[in-house]
């Protein structure tokens, strides 16, 4: 907290300072050693002096008694902080530098026939002081609600990003169990028939599943596109057994793959609508898997053959919570494109890395 703080003083204190310099250095038009020392007297020391006025009042009367409506305490610390830098500020002006502070021309004298010096009086010091306390209060003031609007938008990207972060895994909950449920027919299925598959299908189902588990629900997380095919390649040789037909898949993966890492479990959901509704059992109407990368973007296409058998009543939320988190984790970089006709359906999804 205290180092916190420390910083929050210094970074406040260079911008004040540029500020101050920056304004004051723009009102020169001759560059001379006298200007200079002008702008260092007046931007530098004094500067200085007025940024710790801006400072008492933005850390104690408006981020702390202003918020906390304590309207003593603020009243006491604006007029004690106007009135205690007034006066530092002339003592400073008279003693030091009253040529730089003070002076304001001179006047001729008809009787002495001189020119007298002319300087500001401590009551019109004061009541300029009083208009440069007002300045740096208000000021103060715009950079509290600056800070406080840079910590509320900050708030808010926080809980969306956990907002994103909850949604996807809930969506990846989904589709896991999704997954689960048609992975455990498909097992249940072979286990009818006696087909001595069931303990391949077993194996390959504990390896899917440990791939699921050990995937985080952080939306940022990326597996590489290995991983991913791997998993796929579990997934479709654990279909292949339910169907007995392993001509009705043909798989066309690229062989030299990019090292690009993708969010995990985004292809699965297109592959496994191909078995729950197309034809995966006839080699003359085979289901046809493609992926495709560069170092630009990954193409993945699935396309089947649409069954006419009647559709089970599970799942039917795995392509729907596939364009969720698309939005959530790549939006404006993919692009999904689904085309269904009489016989045919077809999947397209491109993702920009």
Not at 65 to 75: E, H, I, T, V
Not at 237 to 247: A, F, M, N, V
């Amino acid at each position: 907290m205290i180092k916190s703080r420390w910083r929050q003083f210094f970074e406040l204190l260079i911008l004040f300072m540029l500020v101050i310099y920056g304004m004051n250095l723009l009102t020169l038009t001759v560059f001379t050693r006298e200007t200079i020392r002008f702008v260092n007297v007046r931007a530098g020391i004094f500067g200085l002096i007025n940024f710790l006025e801006f400072y008492i009042f933005f850390r104690w009367a408006v981020s702390k008694y202003f918020p906390a409506k304590d309207w003593l305490r603020f009243s006491l610390v604006v007029s004690g902080n106007v009135i205690v830098f007034n006066l530092f500020r002339y003592a400073m002006s008279f003693l030091l530098f009253p040529k730089i502070q003070l002076y304001q021309g001179y006047r001729y004298d008809l009787i002495s026939k001189q020119r007298i010096e002319v300087y500001i009086t401590f009551k019109q010091y004061f009541l300029m002081g009083l208009w440069t306390g007002f300045v740096l209060l208000l000021a103060a003031f715009a950079w509290y609600y600056f800070k406080h609007w840079l910590d509320e938008d900050h708030r808010r990207a926080l809980l969306q990003q956990q907002k994103a972060k909850a949604e996807s895994g809930f969506l990846k909950m989904q589709l896991n169990s999704h997954f689960l449920i048609n992975s455990l027919n498909s097992i249940y299925s072979l286990s009818l028939v006696g087909s001595p598959e069931v303990v391949s299908a077993n194996r390959t189902l504990a390896q899917l599943i440990s791939y699921m588990v050990n995937q985080p629900d952080d939306i940022t997380y990326r597996c590489s596109i290995k991983e991913e095919l791997a998993y796929l390649e579990d997934y479709i040789s654990l279909q292949t057994l339910r169907t007995g037909c392993p001509e009705g898949v043909q798989v066309n993966f690229q062989e030299s793959l990019p090292g690009k890492s993708i969010a995990p479990l985004l292809l699965v959901p297109f592959v496994e609508n191909a078995f729950k509704h197309g034809v995966t059992n006839q080699a003359q109407f085979p289901v046809v898997i493609e992926l495709e990368a560069d170092e630009a973007c990954i193409l993945f296409k699935v396309r089947n053959k649409k069954s006419t058998s009647h559709k089970d009543k599970v799942g039917g939320i795995g392509l729907e919570n596939v364009r969720k988190r698309l939005e959530l984790i790549y939006p404006g970089k993919h692009e999904l494109v689904i085309t269904e006709t009489e016989v045919e359906y077809f999947s397209s999804l491109m993702i920009k890395w």
